[in-house]
């Protein structure tokens, strides 16, 4: 808001309108483009090393999180920062005990111990504040009482400076993050020092607003609510309950019959469901911090002593362990369990989070088996199907309600791996849908079939392994196919049916409906489907015209949208 884009405030997440994350082509004062976390460091760090190899003198700052410095990537900027010690780098640490999620770890463990000392208490509460308002203080410390107050600070916390210092930086702080006169000072006399300062800087969360303070996390991505009583507004229709929960009940019910079922997430306990774990059975819960990396070749060591682990992480999230899953769970084909959330389409936070890739990238890694639900009870038994299976297994599954089908309270039957599944038939045209495009391929069915054009609809279930047994001789038979996915086509489910297809010298029509090789803006889900053409009437539309059929009896056609046309 006080860099140019208060008149716009209004527009924050929606379409066209402000970004909900740091964009470059937005603001020149968004330096670095950001979604994901513990990237700030190092960014600021190839600024501060480009600036002295051209012979400039700006000034580099990094702000991180408490919670970020979990991250494996900020723990290694620092050390390479502290590596060179005539490259001025200033990074503020941001500690407020928060993040997503109330941050885990011994550094965490480390800081909020240090925060709650009875000497930072004591420098930090009422005193301070009683002693300003003395008469003959005139509302301010004196200098000599702010350099005593500093140096009991350091004498009261020693080893937190320590741990910076040792590592290379200049360590400066704590320091009161609501004390504008105090942050000023100490920001004036980290950008006289040569080389990396680190300014450590109390926040909380959510300041100055009451209901924020009291539940942080909760208001981390606060939905509308009413700003008097704090509460969020309620729907106007009743939802489904969405798949995460869903997910997250099925679980525990698994955990309570198996003890060596382990959830495991990266920070994202709430967003992934496991909070719902972490609360009925702790035991058997572990969240590794915003670490996927360590989170995926943790549970590897779990799968190689017995247990089952099962590690939910957003999709576009799990892009940061591509190496792990291929090196410490493919090759060595171990059995670990990873749901994907908030794959496909996310909406409002836009290209940094939009779960478009994993399609792509799990086709890639060995010995994996892939699948993704048609509604909320095929995840059930899905998931007791990954439980089962003597080997890597992942599910994906979209942000938002499900399908509100009835759901299995026990006895969930694991699915055949590798089998789809015949929803309807048709002798026009064969449709073989990925997931959450399953009901949106069955409504464009029906539009079809009002025009006279009778599909056939697959509920494909398996990316690996593809079920050609089902698919194949209906796609000889029908000679026209169409993919349905939520995700990149570059690499995807129907790159995957068309290579299969060719490799059986079944060189047959097939258009692919997913999203193409562009990056999804922030939008509503509603939105972005019709930006990218995925409404059923759309889909209904390109496939008339791709096999030249006559859209729809009346003649009257929804207009293509213009990234199509292009």
């Given at each position: 808001?006080?860099?140019?884009?208060?008149?716009?405030?209004?527009?924050?997440?929606?379409?066209?309108?402000?970004?909900?994350?740091?964009?470059?082509?937005?603001?020149?004062?968004?330096?670095?483009?950001?979604?994901?976390?513990?990237?700030?460091?190092?960014?600021?760090?190839?600024?501060?090393?480009?600036?002295?190899?051209?012979?400039?003198?700006?000034?580099?700052?990094?702000?991180?999180?408490?919670?970020?410095?979990?991250?494996?990537?900020?723990?290694?900027?620092?050390?390479?920062?502290?590596?060179?010690?005539?490259?001025?780098?200033?990074?503020?640490?941001?500690?407020?005990?928060?993040?997503?999620?109330?941050?885990?770890?011994?550094?965490?463990?480390?800081?909020?111990?240090?925060?709650?000392?009875?000497?930072?208490?004591?420098?930090?509460?009422?005193?301070?504040?009683?002693?300003?308002?003395?008469?003959?203080?005139?509302?301010?410390?004196?200098?000599?009482?702010?350099?005593?107050?500093?140096?009991?600070?350091?004498?009261?916390?020693?080893?937190?400076?320590?741990?910076?210092?040792?590592?290379?930086?200049?360590?400066?702080g704590p320091i009161d993050g609501h004390d504008i006169s105090e942050m000023t000072r100490t920001f004036q006399?980290?950008?006289?020092?040569?080389?990396?300062?680190?300014?450590?800087?109390?926040?909380?969360?959510?300041?100055?607003?009451?209901?924020?303070?009291?539940?942080?996390?909760?208001?981390?991505?606060?939905?509308?609510?009413?700003?008097?009583?704090?509460?969020?507004?309620?729907?106007?229709?009743?939802?489904?309950?969405?798949?995460?929960?869903?997910?997250?009940?099925?679980?525990?019910?698994?955990?309570?019959?198996?003890?060596?079922?382990?959830?495991?997430?990266?920070?994202?306990?709430?967003?992934?469901?496991?909070?719902?774990?972490?609360?009925?059975?702790?035991?058997?819960?572990?969240?590794?911090?915003?670490?996927?990396?360590?989170?995926?070749?943790?549970?590897?060591?779990?799968?190689?002593?017995?247990?089952?682990?099962?590690?939910?992480?957003?999709?576009?999230?799990?892009?940061?362990?591509?190496?792990?899953?291929?090196?410490?769970?493919?090759?060595q084909k171990l059995p670990v369990t990873f749901v994907l959330d908030r794959a496909g389409i996310v909406g409002?936070?836009?290209?940094?989070?939009?779960?478009?890739?994993?399609?792509?990238?799990?086709?890639?890694?060995?010995?994996?088996?892939?699948?993704?639900?048609?509604?909320?009870?095929?995840?059930?038994?899905?998931?007791?199907?990954?439980?089962?299976?003597?080997?890597?297994?992942?599910?994906?599954?979209?942000?938002?309600?499900?399908?509100?089908?009835?759901?299995?309270?026990?006895?969930?039957?694991?699915?055949?791996?590798?089998?789809?599944?015949?929803?309807?038939?048709?002798?026009?045209?064969?449709?073989?849908?990925?997931?959450?495009?399953?009901?949106?391929?069955?409504?464009?069915?029906?539009?079809?079939?009002?025009?006279?054009?009778?599909?056939?609809?697959?509920?494909?279930?398996?990316?690996?392994?593809?079920?050609?047994?089902?698919?194949?001789?209906?796609?000889?038979?029908?000679?026209?196919?169409?993919?349905?996915?939520?995700?990149?086509?570059?690499?995807?489910?129907?790159?995957?049916?068309?290579?299969?297809?060719?490799?059986?010298?079944?060189?047959?029509?097939?258009?692919?409906?997913?999203?193409?090789?562009?990056?999804?803006?922030?939008?509503?889900?509603?939105?972005?489907?019709?930006?990218?053409?995925?409404?059923?009437?759309?889909?209904?539309?390109?496939?008339?015209?791709?096999?030249?059929?006559?859209?729809?009896?009346?003649?009257?056609?929804?207009?293509?949208?213009?990234?199509?046309?292009?």
């Open positions: 808001m006080i860099t140019g884009r208060y008149g716009d405030f209004h527009t924050l997440r929606q379409q066209g309108g402000v970004a909900g994350y740091l964009k470059r082509c937005e603001s020149h004062f968004d330096h670095f483009g950001a979604g994901h976390a513990s990237t700030s460091i190092s960014a600021a760090l190839g600024m501060a090393i480009a600036r002295d190899r051209r012979g400039e003198s700006y000034k580099c700052v990094a702000v991180i999180g408490d919670g970020a410095l979990t991250g494996g990537m900020a723990l290694e900027a620092i050390n390479h920062a502290g590596h060179l010690p005539n490259t001025p780098l200033l990074v503020v640490l941001n500690d407020n005990d928060m993040s997503i999620s109330p941050p885990v770890g011994a550094l965490s463990t480390y800081l909020n111990r240090m925060r709650l000392s009875p000497p930072m208490q004591f420098l930090s509460g009422s005193v301070e504040e009683s002693m300003k308002h003395l008469p003959f203080m005139g509302g301010e410390l004196p200098p000599e009482l702010n350099r005593l107050k500093e140096s009991m600070r350091r004498l009261a916390v020693p080893k937190v400076g320590a741990v910076f210092e040792e590592l290379g930086f200049t360590y400066m006399a980290a950008h006289r020092v040569g080389g990396p300062v680190m300014v450590h800087v109390v926040t909380t969360k959510g300041k100055g607003y009451p209901y924020a303070e009291a539940d942080q996390v909760g208001y981390h991505a606060q939905s509308a609510f009413d700003l008097d009583t704090g509460k969020a507004r309620p729907s106007k229709t009743p939802k489904p309950p969405s798949y995460s929960k869903v997910f997250g009940q099925t679980l525990v019910k698994l955990c309570e019959q198996d003890s060596t079922v382990i959830g495991i997430t990266a920070a994202m306990a709430t967003g992934t469901g496991l909070d719902i774990l972490q609360k009925a059975i702790p035991a058997q819960y572990v969240d590794v911090g915003i670490a996927e990396q360590h989170a995926v070749t943790l549970a590897g060591g779990m799968a190689c002593q017995g247990l089952k682990p099962v590690v939910a992480i957003y999709s576009t999230f799990l892009q940061r362990a591509f190496d792990q899953l291929i090196h410490d769970i493919g090759i409002a936070d836009g290209p940094t989070h939009q779960g478009q890739y994993d399609i792509s990238y799990f086709r890639a890694i060995p010995n994996f088996t892939v699948m993704a639900p048609r509604d909320e009870a095929e995840l059930q038994r899905m998931l007791v199907t990954c439980l089962q299976h003597d080997g890597p297994a992942a599910l994906r599954i979209p942000r938002g309600p499900g399908e509100g089908v009835p759901l299995m309270e026990e006895g969930w039957e694991p699915l055949p791996i590798g089998c789809g599944e015949t929803l309807c038939s048709g002798d026009d045209l064969l449709i073989v849908a990925y997931g959450s495009m399953v009901s949106r391929a069955l409504a464009t069915a029906d539009l079809l079939r009002a025009s006279g054009i009778e599909a056939t609809v697959v509920n494909a279930r398996f990316l690996r392994p593809l079920d050609e047994a089902l698919i194949h001789p209906l796609a000889r038979r029908i000679g026209k196919v169409v993919t349905m996915e939520e995700g990149a086509l570059s690499g995807g489910f129907g790159a995957a049916l068309l290579e299969s297809l060719s490799d059986h010298d079944l060189m047959l029509p097939l258009l692919r409906l997913g999203i193409p090789d562009q990056l999804v803006d922030h939008a509503t889900p509603q939105q972005s489907f019709e930006a990218l053409g995925l409404t059923p009437e759309q889909m209904k539309e390109r496939i008339c015209n791709r096999f030249e059929w006559e859209a729809s009896k009346t003649g009257t056609t929804p207009e293509t949208p213009s990234l199509l046309k292009r």
